[in-house]
């Protein structure tokens, strides 16, 4: 069973930086690409951040230069490095997989940015 936790969201000045962790179990994680989603209240959730199984990485320009994603296929688990947030990156991220054809959610960690 696809199981995702994130951890380390919290409240964080402007220009301050956080590193969100995603933990996943119940697939071969190494063969899978890892995404990061951000919603906000109410706005649609966004895509910030994506690591394919293949080493290459994709962040839309909004978090561009400000986010870097990295993985540990050891420990099963994805990590999403942000530095100079801005209260605008307010939102819930969430760690997303798809296996199999079905998309899987963690249960998602709020990130409160006060400028």
């Known amino acids: 069973q696809v199981h995702l936790v994130e951890s380390g969201g919290g409240l964080v000045q402007s220009g301050g930086s956080l590193r969100l962790s995603c933990a996943a179990s119940g697939f071969t994680f190494s063969g899978y690409a890892m995404s990061w989603y951000r919603q906000a209240p109410g706005k649609e959730r966004e895509l910030v951040a994506v690591?394919?199984?293949?080493?290459?990485?994709y962040y839309p320009d909004s978090v561009k230069d400000r986010f870097t994603l990295s993985r540990d296929n050891a420990k099963n688990t994805v990590y999403l490095q942000m530095n100079s947030l801005k209260p605008e990156d307010t939102a819930v991220y969430y760690c997303?997989?798809?296996?199999?054809?079905?998309?899987?959610w963690g249960q998602g960690t709020q990130v409160t940015v006060s400028s």
């Open positions: 997303t997989v798809n296996v199999m054809r079905s998309t899987y």
């Open positions: 690591f394919f199984s293949g080493g290459n990485t």
